[in-house]
């Protein structure tokens, strides 16, 4: 017996785009058991039809972003993926906060459509690689300024600094951040040695004690 085929609803409001990824989907071996032209729509529809995906524009009436969260609430089973030609930072991270499990980019392969959806079902998280980096980035930032609230430091420290610590912070040994940051052991323990400076501590573990706010 033959597994049960992906179930899709499409959310766009240019109708030529529906065609093209239903015929791509259909392609794929996938169900599109439903299309939307705005936002009201893909959320009445989602709820009765509760389709394995839904794929999501972003910039259609009602707002893709809004309708994305109340699915993704209403349907946890139910991954939303938004489909999409905007690369703007903003529409990226609110969709992820809103629970979209992936952000595809229209100009994307037709091709590699299928292979990205079989990945958010089965748990990956679908980014375009021009965007991944910059989800890196945000989540790295975010980390810092967490730490730069918590602790009250006499002397600001480095953004090396800073990448040396938390990476010592995780566990690793001066050899691997070494590793990590393609540079010498040495130069690891300068970088420490600064810290300890700055924050007036006697070891690494006090060290990071104060960046933690102990």
């Known amino acids: 017996m033959s597994a049960p085929r992906i179930r899709v609803l499409v959310a766009d409001d240019h109708a030529p785009t529906r065609a093209g990824v239903r015929a791509s989907l259909d392609a794929e071996g996938f169900e599109v058991v439903g299309e939307a032209p705005n936002a009201r729509v893909a959320m009445e529809l989602a709820v009765d039809l509760e389709p394995d995906v839904v794929l999501m524009d972003i910039h259609m009436p009602g707002g893709g972003i809004a309708a994305a969260d109340e699915i993704s609430r209403s349907l946890p089973n139910c991954a939303v993926v938004m489909l999409t030609y905007s690369r703007d930072d903003d529409d990226l991270f609110d969709s992820l906060r809103a629970g979209a499990r992936g952000y595809l ?110």
């Open 105 to 214: 980019l229209k100009d994307m392969d037709p091709d590699r459509l299928g292979p990205a959806l079989h990945g958010v079902l089965a748990g990956e998280a679908a980014l375009p690689r021009s965007l991944v980096s910059r989800v890196l980035e945000e989540f790295q930032g975010r980390s810092r300024r967490k730490l730069f609230a918590k602790a009250k430091l006499p002397t600001q420290m480095t953004s090396r600094e800073w990448e040396v610590m938390e990476l010592l912070r995780d566990g690793l040994s001066t050899e691997e951040v070494a590793g990590r940051l393609f540079v010498a052991p040495g130069t690891v323990r300068v970088h420490v040695s600064s810290v300890l400076k700055k924050l007036r501590v006697p070891d690494r573990a006090s060290a990071i004690r104060v960046l933690d706010g102990e």
